[in-house]
């Protein structure tokens, strides 16, 4: 199993960014596709997922700015973010809790991509 994002790159506050993350290889059951962040010296922090039954949740510096969408059928999961913080800077990785046919659960990880947010 393989994710690889894609999307990052430089913006002004306020601007726009499209994260987009593909999973390839075989995979029986996904019960969640999130995104992560990072930035230099701190813990990957959770910034949004959607869980099988399609919950959404949202790390609240993101809530209103933030949007997780995912396409099953493609195996694909998306994070549109609007309204872009300085703050916002960081390493984004997309992530996957799955189950391989035959393997256990476990967490898929995607390279990384980074967002800079300019002032």
């Known amino acids: 199993v393989q994710l690889q994002a894609s999307g990052g790159g430089s913006v002004q506050a306020g601007g726009s960014l499209r994260l987009s993350c593909g999973i390839s290889g075989s995979i029986a059951e996904i019960n969640a596709m999130n995104w992560y962040r990072?930035?230099?010296?701190?813990e990957r922090e959770l910034v949004a997922g959607i869980g099988s039954g399609g919950k959404i949740n949202y790390a609240e510096s993101v809530k209103g700015r933030f949007t997780?969408?995912?396409?099953?059928?493609?195996?694909a999961v998306y994070l549109q973010m609007n309204s872009l913080k300085p703050e916002d800077t960081a390493v984004y990785y997309c992530n996957v809790f799955a189950?391989?046919?035959?393997?256990?659960?476990?967490?898929f990880w995607g390279q990384g991509t980074q967002v800079t947010v300019s002032s």
């Open 38 to 42: 990072q930035t230099p010296g701190n």
């Open 68 to 75: 997780i969408s995912r396409d099953i059928l493609e195996n």
């Open 99 to 107: 189950r391989p046919p035959t393997d256990r659960w476990q967490h």
